[in-house]
C-alpha cells in the first residue's frame, strides 16, 4: 500500500468504486481506494439491483440516465458482465393525481432527451403479459430504459476499470482515523499503515456517518431496513421466457411496492408505512454481509395489497427474503461535494439508489474535484443543502418521512410535516396567530400566505391552482393597492470586511461594487461562466460591504467565498442574525416616514439607496429596493430588535391599509416584472448571456474577475439559448417549471418557472428557446399532458417604465 496519494476514497461500495473509476476516466490517476471488507460489503452487496430514470430533479434524472447508458460501456472497457436486462420499466397510476404527475413527468422528459411513453390500462395489460390487475388503474408511464443489472458484477467492473486507468485498492483494511494537516491535505491512518491524501472522499455508505464523525463533520443521513422478496419459480414467468421476452419493472405506487423478474420468478419490495431505522446511533463496524431477521408483520398489509395488484404472487412460494439497511438524506437524493468547513473533504455518501444514480454522482463529484464545478447545476444533491442546523434529531423523522413517501405523489405546491417547526424566527408566533400557512426554507419556517378566519391553515397540495389562489390574489391587492409587510429573514446575508474587501468583491463578482451608500445587482459566476450567484451589494462603507443572496444557498455561497479567501479580508455569514421586513406598495413610504425622523423622501432615498436610520426603537439598514417590483424598501435590524420594528411597523400602518403577504403573493408579483427567480431562470446550469442577467456585467471594469473570459467568449459568439416571458392560455393548471415548449411539432425549449399574475390576470411563464427562434410570436406549452397556445411576452406587464419603483 502506497503511503501517498492524491486521492484517497473510503468505501468499496457502487458508489466509492463508481467515484475512483471517474476520477481515472478524467485523468487523474494517482488514486485509491480503502477498503474495511471486501467490495460490495454494506448495502451494495443486498440491493435489489434496479435502476430508472424517473426523479422529480431533471438534473437527477439526466443523471440517472448516464449511469444506466454507463454500464455498457463498462462491459467493453472491462469485459466483465454487469448482468443487464434492459426490461423497460412502468409506473403505474391508480387515481387522477398520481397520473397528473407521470404526465408532468413525462412533458420533462420530452426535452431531456428521454424517451417515455403514457400508455393507457390496455397497454398495461399487453405489456406486462395480463400478469396486473387493472382495477383502479388509470394509466402509466413507460420507460424502456428502466432494467436490473448484477450488484456485484457491476461494482466489480467499476473497479476493473479505475484499476485499468492507475487506481489502487486496497481491501481488508478499516480507517481509523483522518486528521486534517496544516497545508491542507489529509492523514488518513488505517490497520495497514498511514496515507497522506491530497483529497479525501467519504464514500462509507451505512458507515458514512462515523467516517465523517472521525474528521468531525456530521452528515444528516439514516440506514433505514428494507425487505424484498425473491419468489419460487412460477409458470407464467417461464412462459414468458420461452417466447424470448422478459418480464418489465413494475413500480405500484398505490402498493408502496416494486416488482420485477428474477430468475424465472419474481421479486418484490417494498416501502412500507410501518417502516424501521436501522442503526440509528451508529452503524457496527462488523456488520458486513449479514442480513437481518425477516419481519412479516411490517410488510403484512403491502404483501396483501401486492396480492391483489399481482394475482400471480399469491399462488407462489417464497424463496428467500432479503432484508438489509441502506441509507437515505432527509429529502432522498444523495449528499454529494466538498464538504463545508474543509479543505478537501469530499462527500459521496446517502446515494439511496445506487444503481440508477451512483454513475451520475461518481462522475459529477470527479468533475468537482478536476475542474472545481460540474457539468450541471448539483442543487439537488450539493451536501451543502442541509446546514450545521441539522441535527440527528431533525434527521430521523425528515428521513422516516421521506422512506415513507417514498412512491406518494409530489406535488410542486407540497410541504411536509415532519420535524417542523424546528427553525423559527420572533415573529413565528405572532404570524402564527395572523393566520399564517407555513412552508420551510433551509429549515426556517417561512409564511406561504396568510388565511382568513374559517379558512384553512392548510394548502391542499395539487398540481393545478390550490386553495391558496384566493388568499394570494388578496395579498397581492394588499401590496399594489397600499403596502404589504413581509419578513426577510430567508434571505442569505454575508458581511465582508477589511481594507481589500473592495478589491476582493471585484474579482468575486461580475458586476459593478457600489459607492458607499449604495446598492447593486451583480452575478456571481463560476470559471466556466456559469450563474453561480445572484447577489444585492451594499456598500456600508469604503472597507464593508452587505451581500444578499438565497437563503438556502447561503452554505453553498459561504463554501464559495472561503475557497477564495484572502487576507486582510473577512466573510462573515450573518444570515440568521440580522433580520427584518419587507415593505412594499404605494404606501410604503408614507408608512416609513412615520417611524424614523428620518428624510425618507425620494431625493433623499433615492431607488438603490441604503441609509443606517433608527426605525422606531431599532438601529435599522434601509435599503430602497424590493422584488415585488414595487416601491418598496428592506429594512434590516439585529435579531434580538424584530419584535420592536414589527410593533412599530405595524402599529402606524393599519390606517394605511397595512397587511402581511407571503412567497405565494411574492412569486405573483415578481411575475407582473417578469423578474427571474435564483434556482428557476438563475441556476449553475445557464450562462448570464442567454438569462438576460449579463446586463449587470460590468465588462469594462479592472478587475480580472471570475469567469470573465468565458463571460466574454459567450458576449463575442452570442447566446445558443435566450430566456423568453409567455402569456399562458391556461386552464386550471400554470407553469410550475421544465414544461416542454413546442413550436409546431418539435419540442424546441422548456419553461424555467411561472405562475399566475393576479394583479394583471395572466398566467405567465417564463423559459428557453434556442437564440434563433427566440424572435417567435406564438408557440405552445404542454401542461399537464395538455397542449396551451402561449404568446410571446416583450416587457414587463405592469409598471413598464419603473415609474412606480423608481419615483
Same mark, same amino acid.
Given at each position: 500500500?502506497?503511503?501517498?496519494?492524491?486521492?484517497?476514497?473510503?468505501?468499496?461500495?457502487?458508489?466509492?468504486?463508481?467515484?475512483?473509476?471517474? $476520477?481515472?476516466? $478524467?485523468?487523474?490517476?494517482?488514486?485509491?481506494?480503502?477498503?474495511?471488507?471486501?467490495?460490495?460489503?454494506?448495502?451494495?452487496?443486498?440491493?435489489?439491483?434496479?435502476?430508472?430514470?424517473?426523479?422529480?430533479?431533471?438534473?437527477?434524472?439526466?443523471?440517472?440516465?448516464?449511469?444506466?447508458?454507463?454500464?455498457?460501456?463498462?462491459?467493453?472497457?472491462?469485459?466483465?458482465?454487469?448482468? $443487464?436486462?434492459?426490461?423497460?420499466?412502468?409506473?403505474?397510476?391508480?387515481?387522477?393525481?398520481?397520473?397528473?404527475?407521470?404526465?408532468?413527468?413525462?412533458?420533462?422528459?420530452?426535452?431531456?432527451?428521454?424517451?417515455?411513453?403514457?400508455?393507457?390500462?390496455?397497454?398495461?395489460?399487453?405489456?406486462?403479459?395480463?400478469?396486473?390487475?387493472?382495477?383502479?388503474?388509470?394509466?402509466?408511464?413507460?420507460?424502456?430504459?428502466?432494467?436490473?443489472?448484477?450488484?456485484?458484477?457491476?461494482?466489480?467492473?467499476?473497479?476493473?476499470?479505475?484499476?485499468?486507468?492507475?487506481?489502487?485498492?486496497?481491501?481488508?483494511?478499516?480507517?481509523?482515523?483522518?486528521?486534517?494537516?496544516?497545508?491542507?491535505?489529509?492523514?488518513?491512518?488505517?490497520?495497514?499503515?498511514?496515507?497522506?491524501?491530497?483529497?479525501?472522499?467519504?464514500?462509507?455508505?451505512?458507515?458514512?456517518?462515523?467516517?465523517?464523525?472521525?474528521?468531525?463533520?456530521?452528515?444528516?443521513?439514516?440506514?433505514?431496513?428494507?425487505?424484498?422478496?425473491?419468489?419460487?419459480?412460477?409458470?407464467?414467468?417461464?412462459?414468458?421466457?420461452?417466447?424470448?421476452?422478459?418480464?418489465?419493472?413494475?413500480?405500484?405506487?398505490?402498493?408502496?411496492?416494486?416488482?420485477?423478474?428474477?430468475?424465472?420468478?419474481?421479486?418484490?419490495?417494498?416501502?412500507?408505512?410501518?417502516?424501521?431505522?436501522?442503526?440509528?446511533?451508529?452503524?457496527?463496524?462488523?456488520?458486513?454481509?449479514?442480513?437481518?431477521?425477516?419481519?412479516?408483520?411490517?410488510?403484512?398489509?403491502?404483501?396483501?395489497?401486492?396480492?391483489?395488484?399481482?394475482?400471480?404472487?399469491?399462488?407462489?412460494?417464497?424463496?428467500?427474503?432479503?432484508?438489509?439497511?441502506?441509507?437515505?438524506?432527509?429529502?432522498?437524493?444523495?449528499?454529494?461535494?466538498?464538504?463545508?468547513?474543509?479543505?478537501?473533504?469530499?462527500?459521496?455518501?446517502?446515494?439511496?439508489?445506487?444503481?440508477?444514480?451512483?454513475?451520475?454522482?461518481?462522475?459529477?463529484?470527479?468533475?468537482?474535484?478536476?475542474?472545481?464545478?460540474?457539468?450541471?447545476?448539483?442543487?439537488?444533491?450539493?451536501?451543502?443543502?442541509?446546514?450545521?442546523?441539522?441535527?440527528?434529531?431533525?434527521?430521523?423523522?425528515?428521513?422516516?418521512?421521506?422512506?415513507?413517501?417514498?412512491?406518494?405523489?409530489?406535488?410542486?405546491?407540497?410541504?411536509?410535516?415532519?420535524?417542523?417547526?424546528?427553525?423559527?424566527?420572533?415573529?413565528?408566533?405572532?404570524?402564527?396567530?395572523?393566520?399564517?400557512?407555513?412552508?420551510?426554507?433551509?429549515?426556517?419556517?417561512?409564511?406561504?400566505?396568510?388565511?382568513?378566519?374559517?379558512?384553512?391553515?392548510?394548502?391542499?397540495?395539487?398540481?393545478?391552482?390550490?386553495?391558496?389562489?384566493?388568499?394570494?390574489?388578496?395579498?397581492?391587492?394588499?401590496?399594489?393597492?397600499?403596502?404589504?409587510?413581509?419578513?426577510?429573514?430567508?434571505?442569505?446575508?454575508?458581511?465582508?470586511?477589511?481594507?481589500?474587501?473592495?478589491?476582493?468583491?471585484?474579482?468575486?463578482?461580475?458586476?459593478?461594487?457600489?459607492?458607499?451608500?449604495?446598492?447593486?445587482?451583480?452575478?456571481?459566476?463560476?470559471?466556466?461562466?456559469?450563474?453561480?450567484?445572484?447577489?444585492?451589494?451594499?456598500?456600508?462603507?469604503?472597507?464593508?460591504?452587505?451581500?444578499?443572496?438565497?437563503?438556502?444557498?447561503?452554505?453553498?455561497? $459561504?463554501?464559495?467565498?472561503?475557497?477564495?479567501?484572502?487576507?486582510?479580508?473577512?466573510?462573515?455569514?450573518?444570515?440568521?442574525?440580522?433580520?427584518?421586513?419587507?415593505?412594499?406598495?404605494?404606501?410604503?413610504?408614507?408608512?416609513?416616514?412615520?417611524?424614523?425622523?428620518?428624510?425618507?423622501?425620494?431625493?433623499?432615498?433615492?431607488?438603490?439607496?441604503?441609509?443606517?436610520?433608527?426605525?422606531?426603537?431599532?438601529?435599522?439598514?434601509?435599503?430602497?429596493?424590493?422584488?415585488?417590483?414595487?416601491?418598496?424598501?428592506?429594512?434590516?435590524?439585529?435579531?434580538?430588535?424584530?419584535?420592536?420594528?414589527?410593533?412599530?411597523?405595524?402599529?402606524?400602518?393599519?390606517?394605511?391599509?397595512?397587511?402581511?403577504?407571503?412567497?405565494?403573493?411574492?412569486?405573483?408579483?415578481?411575475?407582473?416584472?417578469?423578474?427571474?427567480?435564483?434556482?428557476?431562470?438563475?441556476?449553475?446550469?445557464?450562462?448570464?448571456?442567454?438569462?438576460?442577467?449579463?446586463?449587470?456585467?460590468?465588462?469594462?471594469?479592472?478587475?480580472?474577475?471570475?469567469?470573465?473570459?468565458?463571460?466574454?467568449?459567450?458576449?463575442?459568439?452570442?447566446?445558443?439559448?435566450?430566456?423568453?416571458?409567455?402569456?399562458?392560455?391556461?386552464?386550471?393548471?400554470?407553469?410550475?417549471?421544465?414544461?416542454?415548449?413546442?413550436?409546431?411539432?418539435?419540442?424546441?425549449?422548456?419553461?424555467?418557472?411561472?405562475?399566475?399574475?393576479?394583479?394583471?390576470?395572466?398566467?405567465?411563464?417564463?423559459?428557453?428557446?434556442?437564440?434563433?427562434?427566440?424572435?417567435?410570436?406564438?408557440?405552445?406549452?404542454?401542461?399537464?399532458?395538455?397542449?396551451?397556445?402561449?404568446?410571446?411576452?416583450?416587457?414587463?406587464?405592469?409598471?413598464?417604465?419603473?415609474?412606480?419603483?423608481?419615483?
Amino acid at each position: 500500500m502506497k503511503t501517498q496519494a492524491q486521492v484517497v476514497v473510503i468505501g468499496g461500495g457502487v458508489v466509492g468504486c463508481s467515484v475512483l473509476y471517474h $476520477l481515472t476516466k $478524467l485523468g487523474w490517476t494517482d488514486v485509491m481506494l480503502i477498503e474495511r471488507s471486501e467490495l460490495t460489503s454494506g448495502s451494495t452487496w443486498h440491493a435489489a439491483g434496479g435502476f430508472h430514470t424517473l426523479n422529480g430533479d431533471t438534473n437527477m434524472a439526466a443523471l440517472q440516465g448516464y449511469t444506466i447508458q454507463l454500464y455498457k460501456e463498462l462491459e467493453k472497457i472491462t469485459g466483465l458482465s454487469c448482468g $443487464l436486462h434492459h426490461v423497460g420499466g412502468i409506473t403505474l397510476a391508480d387515481n387522477m393525481a398520481r397520473f397528473e404527475m407521470l404526465k408532468a413527468e413525462r412533458a420533462k422528459h420530452r426535452y431531456m432527451g428521454l424517451h417515455t411513453e403514457i400508455l393507457t390500462p390496455q397497454e398495461v395489460h399487453d405489456f406486462t403479459f395480463g400478469q396486473v390487475n387493472l382495477d383502479g388503474i388509470v394509466g402509466a408511464l413507460y420507460d424502456p430504459l428502466d432494467g436490473h443489472l448484477d450488484p456485484s458484477g457491476t461494482t466489480h467492473a467499476y473497479a476493473k476499470a479505475a484499476r485499468m486507468g492507475g487506481a489502487e485498492i486496497v481491501l481488508h483494511n478499516r480507517v481509523l482515523e483522518t486528521s486534517p494537516r496544516p497545508d491542507g491535505t489529509w492523514q488518513v491512518v488505517t490497520e495497514k499503515g498511514t496515507v497522506i491524501a491530497e483529497h479525501l472522499v467519504n464514500a462509507g455508505g451505512l458507515w458514512a456517518r462515523e467516517i465523517g464523525a472521525m474528521a468531525g463533520v456530521y452528515l444528516p443521513l439514516l440506514p433505514m431496513a428494507h425487505q424484498y422478496l425473491v419468489t419460487d419459480d412460477i409458470p407464467e414467468i417461464m412462459e414468458i421466457l420461452k417466447s424470448g421476452k422478459e418480464f418489465p419493472h413494475v413500480m405500484d405506487p398505490g402498493g408502496e411496492s416494486y416488482l420485477r423478474q428474477e430468475g424465472r420468478g419474481l421479486c418484490i419490495g417494498f416501502y412500507e408505512k410501518p417502516c424501521e431505522p436501522w442503526a440509528v446511533d451508529g452503524t457496527p463496524w462488523n456488520f458486513g454481509h449479514e442480513l437481518l431477521n425477516e419481519q412479516w408483520d411490517k410488510i403484512e398489509d403491502s404483501v396483501a395489497f401486492a396480492y391483489r395488484r399481482f394475482p400471480v404472487l399469491e399462488r407462489s412460494g417464497v424463496k428467500r427474503v432479503i432484508h438489509g439497511p441502506f441509507t437515505f438524506a432527509p429529502d432522498g437524493n444523495p449528499l454529494i461535494g466538498p464538504v463545508p468547513g474543509l479543505r478537501n473533504y469530499w462527500s459521496a455518501c446517502a446515494v439511496m439508489a445506487g444503481f440508477s444514480q451512483g454513475g451520475g454522482m461518481g462522475k459529477s463529484l470527479a468533475e468537482w474535484m478536476i475542474h472545481g464545478e460540474t457539468e450541471v447545476d448539483p442543487r439537488g444533491f450539493d451536501v451543502a443543502r442541509f446546514g450545521k442546523w441539522t441535527t440527528p434529531g431533525y434527521t430521523v423523522p425528515k428521513v422516516i418521512e421521506t422512506y415513507q413517501m417514498r412512491f406518494s405523489v409530489s406535488y410542486p405546491n407540497e410541504e411536509r410535516p415532519a420535524a417542523r417547526p424546528f427553525r423559527t424566527t420572533p415573529m413565528y408566533d405572532i404570524f402564527d396567530g395572523m393566520g399564517a400557512v407555513w412552508g420551510a426554507q433551509y429549515g426556517l419556517e417561512v409564511p406561504n400566505y396568510f388565511a382568513l378566519p374559517g379558512e384553512p391553515r392548510y394548502e391542499t397540495p395539487s398540481f393545478k391552482r390550490s386553495n391558496a389562489w384566493e388568499a394570494t390574489a388578496r395579498e397581492v391587492r394588499a401590496v399594489r393597492e397600499g403596502v404589504g409587510i413581509n419578513e426577510i429573514q430567508n434571505f442569505g446575508k454575508f458581511r465582508i470586511r477589511g481594507a481589500k474587501a473592495r478589491a476582493w468583491l471585484d474579482v468575486m463578482m461580475a458586476g459593478a461594487i457600489p459607492a458607499p451608500g449604495r446598492i447593486s445587482l451583480t452575478p456571481m459566476l463560476s470559471p466556466r461562466g456559469k450563474i453561480i450567484g445572484d447577489f444585492t451589494v451594499t456598500c456600508l462603507a469604503d472597507d464593508e460591504f452587505q451581500i444578499t443572496g438565497s437563503y438556502g444557498a447561503q452554505d453553498q455561497h $459561504l463554501r464559495w467565498f472561503q475557497a477564495h479567501a484572502e487576507p486582510g479580508v473577512t466573510v462573515e455569514n450573518v444570515s440568521d442574525r440580522l433580520t427584518g421586513f419587507q415593505i412594499a406598495g404605494p404606501k410604503a413610504r408614507e408608512l416609513l416616514a412615520r417611524v424614523t425622523r428620518a428624510d425618507v423622501s425620494g431625493e433623499a432615498l433615492k431607488f438603490m439607496d441604503a441609509r443606517r436610520m433608527t426605525v422606531g426603537m431599532a438601529d435599522c439598514l434601509v435599503q430602497r429596493v424590493s422584488y415585488t417590483g414595487d416601491l418598496g424598501y428592506e429594512i434590516y435590524c439585529d435579531f434580538m430588535a424584530q419584535r420592536a420594528l414589527w410593533n412599530a411597523l405595524w402599529g402606524a400602518g393599519q390606517d394605511l391599509g397595512l397587511r402581511p403577504f407571503g412567497m405565494r403573493a411574492m412569486m405573483s408579483l415578481r411575475l407582473d416584472k417578469l423578474f427571474g427567480s435564483w434556482a428557476r431562470e438563475f441556476s449553475p446550469d445557464y450562462f448570464p448571456g442567454e438569462t438576460g442577467i449579463d446586463r449587470f456585467i460590468r465588462w469594462n471594469k479592472e478587475a480580472d474577475w471570475i469567469g470573465k473570459a468565458a463571460a466574454l467568449k459567450e458576449k463575442a459568439e452570442g447566446p445558443k439559448r435566450r430566456l423568453c416571458a409567455f402569456a399562458v392560455e391556461a386552464g386550471d393548471a400554470d407553469v410550475v417549471a421544465y414544461e416542454p415548449i413546442w413550436i409546431g411539432d418539435k419540442v424546441v425549449g422548456f419553461c424555467t418557472s411561472g405562475g399566475y399574475s393576479h394583479w394583471t390576470g395572466t398566467s405567465v411563464a417564463q423559459g428557453f428557446l434556442p437564440a434563433d427562434l427566440a424572435g417567435t410570436r406564438e408557440v405552445e406549452i404542454e401542461i399537464l399532458g395538455e397542449s396551451r397556445k402561449a404568446r410571446r411576452i416583450d416587457g414587463p406587464l405592469w409598471d413598464a417604465d419603473g415609474a412606480r419603483m423608481r419615483g
